[in-house]
């Protein structure tokens, strides 16, 4: 799975299906879990894992579901979906879940029906600068916008529920690629559908492979983000990890770059971000996992 979300409002439990297996390759149905567990409130033990409710998510109808492949042609979304990160709107109900491919935000009911796509910012698009042709399936002949498997990896939702938080997993292709360090938060309304304000938030700068795995909402302006390398048990090697916390970040005061170029030397005011992680995740449960860290939390 890619997110987990618990709902405060109803009290369950959510857990969201990446793109299925094959990495895109494969025809999959995405969907969506709802589970009941027990947690134990003095140990914190969990057990009686069970799944109560599969909805798969569907567009323009129950058989028409939207589909872990990678979009084939590869300039045309369709009803191609990656979904990432997995919120429940505290005002309707309705499940938000951002999605890699576009990148994209998509509400749907509860049934699993699409009810509306967000307006993608055009700068976060993965596209051809001189042609304005995207490509959403991997990054041949891109040159701007998000990273291939890099969009908005986290989500979350203000607890008034008036606006929804997109962030990619990485710097974008135009802003340092690989090597970037400085990524993107957008921001949603949620009565339009369209994007409101982008603000900056920079990563650690000496983590292989930086990215950031999800977003949570503690107030209006304060949220964690997981912030991860790709590192440790899942990649095939079990290197040092160096890179597993949350971090607590501030939005407040942060400089709107909509229109800025966040490697061109422009002044920016990124999110406030405590130097003390939140968490420690790789040294936090080093012990406990045995003296092994996973790739992705």
Do not use: C
């Not at 109803?10 to 027990?38: E, H, K």
């Not at 492949?69 to 499940?95: C, I, M, Y």
């Not at 929804?164 to 990485?170: D, G, I, K, V, W």
């Not at 449960?285 to 860290?293: D, R, S």
Request: charged content about 20%; aromatic content about 10%.
């Amino acid at each position: 799975f890619s997110d987990l979300y618990y709902d405060p409002i109803r009290g369950q439990w959510w857990g969201l299906s990446d793109r299925g297996p094959g990495g895109g390759t494969l025809s999959y149905d995405t969907r969506v879990q709802r589970f009941t567990i027990d947690i134990d409130p003095i140990t914190g033990a969990i057990s009686n894992f069970q799944i109560v409710e599969t909805i798969k998510f569907t567009n323009d109808g129950p058989s028409r579901t939207m589909n872990g492949k990678a979009p084939d042609p590869s300039n045309v979304l369709g009803r191609a979906l990656d979904p990432e990160g997995f919120v429940v709107s505290p005002k309707s109900g309705h499940f938000l879940v951002s999605d890699e491919y576009g990148p994209s935000l998509y509400e749907f009911n509860r049934n699993g029906e699409l009810v509306r796509a967000f307006a993608t910012p055009t700068n976060v698009i993965p596209r051809n600068l001189a042609s304005g042709v995207p490509n959403y399936a991997n990054d041949t002949g891109n040159t701007a916008g998000k990273r291939t498997n890099r969009g908005f990896e986290g989500l979350a939702v203000s607890p008034d529920g008036q606006y929804a938080y997109a962030m990619l997993q990485s710097a974008m292709l135009d802003e340092g690629g690989g090597s970037g360090t400085i990524n993107r938060i957008v921001q949603f309304d949620m009565n339009t559908g369209r994007a409101v304000a982008q603000f900056a938030y920079r990563m650690e700068g000496s983590s292989q492979g930086r990215g950031i795995s999800a977003l949570v909402a503690i107030n209006e302006t304060e949220f964690l983000v997981l912030e991860r390398n790709n590192r440790g048990v899942g990649v095939g090697a079990e290197f040092t990890p160096v890179n597993k916390r949350v971090y607590k970040i501030d939005i407040a005061g942060a400089t709107d770059v909509s229109e800025i170029d966040l490697d061109s030397g422009a002044a920016f005011v990124p999110v406030t971000k405590n130097t003390t992680a939140f968490m420690n995740l790789a040294s936090d449960t080093l012990v406990a996992l045995g003296n092994k860290v996973p790739e992705k939390w």
